[in-house]
């Protein structure tokens, strides 16, 4: 059984009180930690174990079908995730670094505008369609990283990543 309660506004930290915002509004505070509540998907039900005995992570009675719900062993070899750039990629992710570069354009500055990538684009879908409807990721190999600099990179994962939403650039 798991007890937990609630710290009065007045006893949390001056940073914490008052203050509940999105970020927040979720957790549930705890004398000696903050955990998210549990979120289960409509479609899935947890199994019928009472409260009392229920395992910390709960356990679900119907396997979820989907690609990104995969197992390691549903791979054979890494080529099953992995999609590899060819000699027909690399001069368009070269002459985006060239007028990125020429343009004088920081990591903050870079738009889908910047990369225009043509040769890309079938790649780029696959990208899209592996992360939003299969297994949830892909490996992308072949980038000659070491014509480039640890910035250059990140520049240009930033703008494949362009096509595949907005980013949010943060700092570790």
């Known amino acids: 059984m798991r007890l937990s309660a609630a710290l009065p506004a007045h006893k949390l930290?001056?940073?914490?009180a008052g203050k509940r915002d999105r970020r927040t509004a979720d957790l549930k505070h705890e004398p000696t930690r903050?955990?998210?509540e549990p979120r289960i998907m409509s479609a899935i039900q947890p199994n019928g174990i009472s409260e009392d005995d229920a395992p910390?992570?709960?356990v679900y009675g119907t396997p979820i079908d989907h690609p990104g719900?995969?197992?390691?062993?549903?791979?054979e070899t890494p080529a099953d995730y992995t999609i590899e750039l060819g000699v027909v990629h690399l001069p368009d992710i070269?002459?985006?670094?060239?007028?990125i570069k020429a343009?004088?354009?920081g990591l903050d500055d870079l738009r889908r505008e910047h990369f225009d990538f043509p040769s890309l684009r079938p790649v780029i879908d696959e990208i899209r369609h592996e992360i939003e409807d299969g297994r949830g990721f892909v490996v992308l190999r072949r980038l000659p990283v070491e014509d480039y600099s640890k910035d250059?990179?990140?520049m240009i994962f930033w703008g494949i990543g362009t096509y595949l939403g907005r980013?949010?650039?943060r700092r570790y």
């Open 13 to 16: 930290p001056d940073s914490l």
């Open 34 to 36: 903050m955990m998210r």
């Open 56 to 58: 910390l992570t709960p």
């Open 69 to 75: 719900a995969w197992k390691v062993a549903d791979f």
């Open 94 to 99: 070269e002459r985006a670094m060239r007028q």
């Open 103 to 105: 343009a004088g354009l």
């Open 152 to 154: 250059e990179i990140g």
């Open 167 to 169: 980013g949010c650039r």
